[in-house]
């Protein structure tokens, strides 16, 4: 099994999860988050003020998969949150030991 972790734009959410939901993934866990890349921000002005914006708000979306889906999700993933511009954001893929539903106590893929 593999969680997969993608940190992507605020007004792509819905059209990741729609792709997603297209793809057969069934659950999902959804974070507002802060953070940064490369870019270290932006600037910008209020009331004639420029300022530094060094965390740019993001989402977190985590789902977990079973291995040989893997590469179907990751393209949905991609192709549903690219825009081609800087901070489109990044997903990130670790492997996963166990999965355990509580109400059941079902494991492994069963659980997911």
């Given at each position: 099994?593999?969680?997969?972790?993608?940190?992507?734009?605020?007004?792509?959410?819905e059209?990741?999860?729609?792709?997603?939901?297209?793809?057969?993934?069934?659950?999902?866990?959804?974070?507002?988050?802060?953070?940064?890349?490369?870019?270290?921000?932006?600037?910008?002005?209020?009331?004639?003020?420029?300022?530094?914006?060094?965390?740019v708000?993001?989402?977190?979306?985590?789902?977990?998969?079973?291995?040989?889906?893997?590469?179907?999700?990751?393209d949905?993933?991609?192709?549903?949150?690219?825009?081609?511009?800087?901070?489109?954001?990044?997903?990130?893929?670790?492997?996963?030991?166990?999965?355990?539903?509580?109400?059941?106590?079902?494991?492994?893929?069963?659980?997911?």
């Open positions: 099994m593999k969680k997969i972790e993608a940190i992507i734009r605020h007004f792509k959410l059209e990741v999860k729609t792709a997603l939901t297209e793809h057969g993934v069934q659950g999902m866990t959804v974070t507002e988050v802060r953070g940064h890349g490369r870019q270290k921000g932006h600037t910008e002005m209020y009331r004639g003020t420029e300022y530094k914006v060094d965390l708000p993001k989402m977190k979306i985590e789902i977990v998969v079973p291995e040989e889906r893997l590469a179907e999700v990751l949905a993933v991609v192709q549903s949150a690219r825009t081609g511009q800087v901070g489109d954001g990044k997903i990130f893929v670790s492997d996963l030991t166990e999965v355990v539903r509580i109400r059941t106590g079902e494991s492994g893929k069963e659980a997911i």
